[in-house]
């Protein structure tokens, strides 16, 4: 069994998002708490900038519930970046014990599966959860200087300037995480750096149909089934995965770096980055569980796990996904 | 509270221990389960290697236990390596969910908090916590090229090839994990990456004089108190700090970093890495609490958060440093 029923239904009592400008103009633009007016916030480097918003997310989401730096026990953080830097020297800011996570893009997951572990088991009364990343990090760390200006090919997708933080509580009022499904890591030998989509997808398909199998459920029984950014390319791709598993994703599937940004903003496949599932579930997504448009979410985000290195040296890049079942709730 | 009691006392049930020749010429050579011959185990790069390394190490482990791999739930990992690459890779060769992780050279101790959290919580029957170090792949992506032959300052220290390996279980024989203590990121400004003890010793102070404070004990309550890689000066800033505290730390108190090697190995400070903690754990540590000769260890691995990027964005080196308690059981 790779799935877990959380019995003490932790609750998400607060959340927060920001989002660069770019980010701002995209279909979920509304929903975002904060909406940089430009990609630096002041900050001599773009790697001090994605700390900054990590910074700024963790403060806005316990601020959200209603809560004093003193009351939260844990945080919970991840980033792309070498050595998530951006996660732990945003820690300093904050007098509470520190658990670094990796698991690229699915880092949003991740931490609110261990956070919900510490909150159902009680050890904890409130962690906070985050992670983020930033196009400019990414880019200069994993592809190219920007100021090559290198020109992108169709499978690419951005990476998005954003960081989301939730706070997990056992009390409080907030959408519950019901279950968690934790994720193998699946390698189908994709090693084309420019498809992460592609490399991601088996992985998502394998949480997938693992939760619908061990939690006796399809397709048809949630409101929204979102991953995290597989793109468009990744995204049919799972969606034929799927079909070819026995279960049809219907209209309530979505990729948040497929619906991140508008045609027209030039983007190939969608946008990509701990930051994309991260602020979605941290706006919209919420939001929607908060009323009741939703009931039940299954909330998947997807990471590729490669580094520079490894692909220099001829390596395939393995995927790996987490599921969380959130539910509205009873109240 | 930084501190939780695990009730229903998690065990570890089986544990492995890998490493270079060179630390298998040092003072717990002996005890280590499998002393390599060279440094490469037949892989073309040092990076192959160490995922090698860990994935030996993870398998040692759960043999050592007396388990199959289908009986494995969940495999916790992380390394140093940019994406924790080691851990991630290795991951593939094993058909069970995985958590990475990153907290430096706290890594051991944070994958059995981790770890041990989901079991006490009876979320998992079995979970693997592992995580290694090679010289090599440290030395090209920290330092300098091997090649340069660079000289070595009288602080700095050496990383070790190393991998070890824990099996945690509810139910079984082995030391039980009875408490932790969730260290905070701490730091004091120190900015020489080739000083890396004077940079962690504050977070492994702050860790344990709180765990001291929480659960009313003093350093004389423990058979043995050990840090993971602080090496001599940093076990020597410790010990000063401490006694700032109010608390003496006398005979007890070891570092694996500083005991890692003999006085002729020309290690400088002594040896480092997430292979330090992880191997002396898994070898020498918990053959002692078997036997009884410790009946409670304080375990205490501590990491250096920065990366190249930051340091040469003028960034301060912030450490972390989780406690494990770790207890010989009633049998």
């Not at 510490?118 to 196009?135: M, R």
């Not at 990729?255 to 903003?265: A, E, I, V």
Request: hydrophobic share 40%; proline share 3%.
């Amino acid at each position: 069994m790779q799935t877990i029923e959380l019995t003490n239904k932790p609750k998400i009592v607060g959340s927060y998002s920001i989002v660069g400008p770019k980010e701002g103009k995209g279909p979920f633009g509304k929903y975002f708490d904060y909406v940089m007016k430009n990609d630096r916030l002041d900050e001599k480097t773009y790697e001090k900038t994605e700390c900054k918003m990590l910074e700024l997310a963790i403060t806005g989401a316990f601020q959200n519930a209603g809560l004093l730096i003193s009351h939260i026990n844990l945080l919970l953080a991840g980033d792309l970046l070498n050595q998530i830097i951006s996660s732990s020297y945003a820690a300093r800011a904050f007098n509470m014990p520190f658990l670094g996570l990796f698991g690229a893009c699915s880092t949003m997951a991740e931490s609110l599966a261990v956070g919900a572990v510490l909150i159902n088991g009680k050890n904890f009364k409130n962690v906070v959860c985050a992670t983020g990343s930033h196009f400019s990090t990414a880019e200069r760390q994993f592809r190219f200087p920007l100021e090559l200006g290198n020109q992108r090919v169709p499978t690419s997708q951005w990476t998005v300037t954003a960081s989301g933080a939730s706070v997990i509580s056992l009390n409080g009022v907030g959408p519950e995480i019901t279950q968690i499904t934790f994720g193998k890591v699946i390698d189908l030998g994709i090693t084309d750096v420019n498809n992460m989509g592609a490399a991601m997808a088996p992985s998502a398909a394998d949480t997938m149909s693992a939760h619908f199998f061990e939690t006796n459920t399809k397709p048809e029984d949630y409101d929204l089934i979102v991953t995290g950014d597989l793109g468009k390319l990744g995204a049919e791709i799972l969606i034929d995965l799927m079909e070819a598993k026995g279960y049809k994703l219907g209209k309530n599937y979505s990729d948040c770096g497929h619906s991140f940004y508008t045609r027209n903003q030039d983007t190939m496949c969608g946008g990509s980055g701990c930051g994309a599932s991260a602020s979605v579930l941290n706006s919209y997504i919420i939001k929607k569980l908060k009323t009741k448009q939703y009931k039940k979410v299954l909330f998947m985000p997807t990471g590729a796990l490669m580094s520079t290195t490894a692909s220099q040296q001829g390596e395939s890049i393995p995927g790996v996904c987490h599921a969380i079942v959130l539910e509205a709730g009873g109240n």
